[in-house]
Every structure is written in structure tokens, then in C-alpha cells.
């Protein structure tokens, strides 16, 4: 964490956000973001560089009760694995954050305040809802608060594709997501500071996911 908030700075300072991809990327490696991990096993049965639990009342991929029992009695998390967060209120979220010691976080710009990433501790995975150009203009409010973004679809889980076109030299290291799934992996390839993928639906089988496509 340390070396990542010196980087940070160095970025900011110089205004150049090359440095945060290279902190985030590892051998010219692509990361990959499992979402909707729902079960005790999947937490095992594969090993990709995030893992997202989901927390949003709205989410049709929220935990069974036998992973929240097994969350409960484990005293620290790995920090990849990630509490997902979308249309919660501030004290759902600080309640989750205490009772459960995750380490990083992912909420949604809309949906959330500059002001409450700020007072995190957590490493913070910022998304953002892409139906427009326009929307891409809100993550400068969150640019210097965040440790990553996920540019993702109109309707958040719906496996929908973003609705306009990304510029290739968008900024900021994130992760592509939205209908993402094993045979559009190579969009990643159009953008500059994309460093890999976030994925729910398409690592899903008959609406359960699935550990041979993670």
C-alpha cells in the first residue's frame, strides 16, 4: 500500500497516470475480476486477481448463507477479495466494513461521494455506468481517492455492453466490464490504461457460476 500511495502521488504530481497501470499490472499480465462469488467453494476453486462478494440489495448474485457464515468466523480476508457495493446506504456500508475485515472495496461513482471514499481505509475499486460520453466526466471527481476504476454497462450486473464508445487513451488504469466473458477478452486491446476485466454473468452457468469458465 505504501509504494502504491507513493506512486499515486508521483502520478499526480506529474500528471502523468502511467504509473498507476504499471503499479496495478505485473509482467504485461491482464488482470481478471471474478464478480458474484456467492458459495464457500468458489472462494477456493479458482484463483483470479479479484474476487467480488455483493453486497447491493438489488443483486440477484448477493451470498448464500453458507459463505457470510464462513466470512464470519475467518479474522482476515486476502486482500483480493472485494465487497461490492451498489445502492447500499453509507451505514449498510460502514456495518458490512466492520463486521467483515475486507480489505478492498468496489462502489459505484453515482452512488457514492468523494467525501465517504475519502474516510475508507480500504482500497477502493471505483465503477462507473457508461451510457453516454458524459459519464465518463465524473471520475475526475474520484481520480485521486481511488485506486482503480471499472468502466461498465448501463444497468450494473445485467451483463449489458457499455452503450458508447470508450477513448482508447482514457487516463486512468480500469478494468472493462459488461458483457464481458472468454470470447471478447481481446477488447481489452483497444485502450491504453485498460489493464483487464471484470466479469459476473460470463463466468456464470444457467445463472450459477461456473469454475471452469473463471
Given amino acids: 500500500i505504501g509504494t502504491g500511495l507513493m506512486r499515486r502521488s508521483e502520478a499526480l504530481q506529474n ?25 464457500p467453494d468458489m472462494l477456493t476453486a479458482a484463483e ?28 482476515q480476508f486476502p486482500p483480493h477479495w472485494t465487497a461490492v457495493f451498489y445502492k447500499n ?36 475499486l471505483l465503477a462507473v455506468a457508461v ?12 481520480a485521486a481517492d481511488v485506486d482503480c476504476f471499472i468502466l461498465d454497462g448501463a444497468v450494473p450486473g445485467s451483463g449489458q455492453s457499455i452503450e458508447t464508445a470508450i477513448p482508447a487513451d ?13 470470447g471478447n477478452l481481446d477488447r481489452v486491446l483497444a485502450f491504453i490504461h485498460c489493464i483487464g476485466v471484470d466479469v459476473a454473468s460470463g463466468i456464470e452457468t444457467d445463472g450459477q457460476v461456473d469454475a471452469g469458465k473463471i
Wanted: aromatic share 12%.
Fill in 131 to 142: 451510457r453516454t460520453p458524459g459519464d465518463l466526466a465524473q471520475v475526475e471527481d474520484f
Fill in 170 to 182: 482514457f487516463p486512468y488504469p480500469f478494468l472493462l466490464a459488461g458483457g464481458m466473458h472468454s
Fill in 89 to 124: 446506504t453509507e451505514t449498510e456500508i460502514r456495518e458490512t466494513l466492520q463486521t467483515f475485515p475486507f480489505q478492498t472495496i468496489q462502489l459505484y461513482a453515482g452512488d457514492t461521494t468523494p467525501q465517504l471514499v475519502r474516510s475508507l481505509k480500504q482500497r477502493v
Fill in 48 to 75: 483470479p486477481d479479484w474476487i467480488g462478494i455483493n453486497f447491493s440489495p438489488l443483486s440477484k448474485r448477493r451470498p448464500e448463507p453458507a459463505l457470510l457464515e464462513k466470512l464470519r468466523d475467518m479474522q
Fill in 15 to 39: 500528471e502523468q497516470h502511467d504509473t498507476f497501470a504499471t503499479f496495478f499490472q505485473t509482467a504485461g499480465k491482464s488482470r481478471f475480476k471474478a464478480c458474484g462469488i456467492r458459495t
